[in-house]
């Protein structure tokens, strides 16, 4: 069983920046793949970006390509997003995920809660 702990969303002005947190309380196998999401109001849920646990392979979505960074500290076991030169099309639920298409952990993917980033 994983447990996800999300943190550092906030209010800022366009061209702000952030960086969002979840800390991850389990065993995730290294091939796993972890992730944020976002939900703006009114729309479905959109993949941001992901990385894989034990290579640190990432990958984004063309909106925020060269705005966003993914990464995974093993030390502190958190998933950090840091998001730069923010827009107003980033205003959303930032959610947090681990286990994505990952057979090796039963009852994957599991959720963070979500943290509100509302851009200016």
């Known amino acids: 069983h994983v447990q996800l702990v999300e943190s550092g969303g906030g209010s800022v002005q366009a061209g702000g920046s952030l960086k969002l947190s979840c800390a991850v309380f389990g065993n995730v196998p290294d091939s796993c793949a972890m992730g944020w999401y976002r939900q703006a109001p009114g729309k479905q849920r959109e993949v941001v970006s992901t990385?894989?646990?034990?290579?640190?392979?990432?990958n984004y979505a063309d909106t925020v390509q060269g705005r966003y960074t993914i990464s995974f500290n093993k030390r502190e076991k958190t998933l950090y997003l840091q998001v730069n030169s923010l827009t107003v099309e980033d205003t959303g639920t930032y959610f947090c995920?681990?286990?994505?298409?990952?057979?090796?952990?039963?009852?994957?993917?599991?959720w963070g809660q979500g943290t509100q980033v509302t851009v200016s």
């Open positions: 990385i894989i646990k034990g290579d640190g392979d990432t």
């Open positions: 995920a681990v286990g994505l298409v990952c057979l090796l952990l039963p009852g994957s993917p599991y």
